[in-house]
């Protein structure tokens, strides 16, 4: 099924008789939706983009390399950076900036910029009952009662089919640098991370590759902004790491390339075995890569986000055990549930949430398995 406009889309989910498996562009299948391919692609066209209120709404099924085109044109951009789970899922197809929405994919800069969810200003979608709904609006404001739009976010689906989204977007900067240090083990770049991010140097991105585009050990802090801004705050952050080996790499090429492959998790690409994604607090990340003893590993979030990848079949969250955070097994096939057990008060609330928008269960099923 592929509707065509908002109104296909309510009639499709209205009639349906069985689950529907909500997809756009299937470049992120995480998870094991089953039922009806209900294709959102149609859904597609940028509705209204205005760089002066920097506002841009969307068709949901609109790729999302057409939005970013149209914003780069008028010298803007997503700051949130979202992900591209293509080289990391083996996948094809064109992302979509529902898809996006719903799974609340968000990268490096999500540190200093914040998340998708807090980008996302209004929605609109179908329950699963065929009903259109509408919540949010243009501009950033407080509301009462439900939160749709960042409920709506990470739902991936499940409460509702997006058919429309508006997003606040930012002017992109004038110039970005990384600076680099050498050769620290887990333990001591988590600390440098954490110097660089407690600095008043406004970091957009911290990262760890212990084994790095040359095969060794590499920490990375980003800074971006006006060109004599940067570089100001890149040689002030350097003399931050005493006598470590620090270097600053400014060629925008390159800077952009490093923070695509954090981004991606480009060293991963291609690897045998299975990708987990785990959130934690940055101070626990060196402890909780010690217990996992994955086959290589990359810290980004200053080392609250770690991807591991372990051998196939490998139970992540038995070797981890109790943690403050979560492990989400992003690729890779076996019983073990791809998303982390919720806790009885959590369940209760999800159950509650979906039977409200969604009382037939049809939107997305085992999505969250």
Known sequence: MKPGSEAELAEMVRDATGGLRVRGGGTRPVGSGAGEVLDTTGLSGIHLYEPGALTVVAGAGTPLSEIERRLDAEGQRLAFEPMDHRGLLGTAG?????????ANVSGPRRIQAGACRDFLLGVRFVDGQGTVIKNGGRVMKNVTGYDLVKLMAGSRGT???????????????????????????DAQAVSAMARGLGSPFDVTGAAHLPEGPDGHAV???????????????ADTMATLFGDLPVRVER???????????????????GANGDVWRISCKPSDAPALVEALAPTSHIFDWGGGLIWALMPEGTDARTRLGMIDGHATRVRGAGTTPVFPPESAPVAALTRAIRQRFDPRGILNPGSFH
């Open 219 to 233: 920490t990375l802090l980003r800074v971006e902004g006006f060109s004599e801004s940067v570089d100001y705050r």
């Open 251 to 269: 060629d925008p090429v390159r800077v952009a390339q490093l923070w695509t492959d954090i981004r991606d998790v480009a060293p991963m690409k």
């Open 159 to 185: 409460l509702g089919v997006l058919s429309e989204v508006s997003l606040k977007v930012l002017p992109k900067p004038e110039a970005a640098a990384t600076i680099l240090i050498d050769g620290l083990d």
């Open 94 to 102: 064109e992302s979509t900036i529902g898809g996006v929405v719903a």
